[in-house]
């Protein structure tokens, strides 16, 4: 089962439909989160919860791949953190913290990236201003730029796969782009 988490702003568009039409194409299972509008960090509950309530109506024998683009990669390692069981965790543009640790309740991690993301460089910088206000704490914010320079860790099951600099934060414009993405999904998560 594949399950697609968009990021913040799908108020107007679907950036996931059309890896969504590959996958299906391929004859794929797919399901949706759709948690609307979010401002970060305020309403950020809302993907975790949306993503957590699906990962509830899975069998415990149905593989699970969570496909997070931006804001979602970070509500799916948010609900892994939980302890919910991911098998394969896919991150499209994560916004998220470049260091930021895999749960063990994940198995493996492709995380798909482009040197041209400026937005989850915005990201990082809008993490190291909120997480100096004092309300933040004990709950710091972690948005990050792994969506420009992927996941810097020692962790075996993390793959780096970079896109071509023109693809920036925007995957879902470059038709061969997301072509790509799908069939490595395929190949990667047999």
């Not at 309740?105 to 909120?130: E, H």
């Not at 072509?179 to 490595?184: G, L, Q």
Request: proline letters at 6%; one cysteine or more; aromatic letters at 10%.
């Amino acid at each position: 089962m594949n399950i697609l988490v968009h990021g913040i702003r799908k108020k107007f568009s679907n950036p996931l439909k059309p890896l969504q039409e590959e996958l299906l194409s391929a004859g794929q299972d797919v399901a949706k989160i759709d948690y609307g509008y979010i401002l970060i960090p305020i309403t950020n509950k809302f993907a975790v919860t949306a993503l957590c309530h699906t990962l509830d109506k899975i069998p415990p024998s149905t593989k699970i791949i969570v496909i997070g683009y931006s804001n979602g990669a970070w509500a799916a390692i948010q609900a892994a953190e939980l302890g919910y069981r991911i098998d394969h965790l896919i991150m499209i543009s994560p916004a998220l913290h470049v260091k930021h640790a895999i749960p063990e309740t994940v198995g493996n991690v492709l995380v798909f990236y482009s040197k041209g993301d400026v937005a989850t460089l915005v990201g990082r910088y809008y993490r190291r201003i909120i997480n100096v206000l004092p309300w933040r704490w004990r709950t710091p914010h972690q948005f990050g730029a792994a969506g420009r320079y992927g996941l810097q860790l020692n962790d075996a099951r993390v793959k780096n796969i970079q896109m071509p600099d023109y693809v920036r934060h925007t995957f879902y414009k470059h038709p061969l782009i997301v072509k790509t993405i799908a069939k490595t999904i395929l190949e990667e998560t047999k």
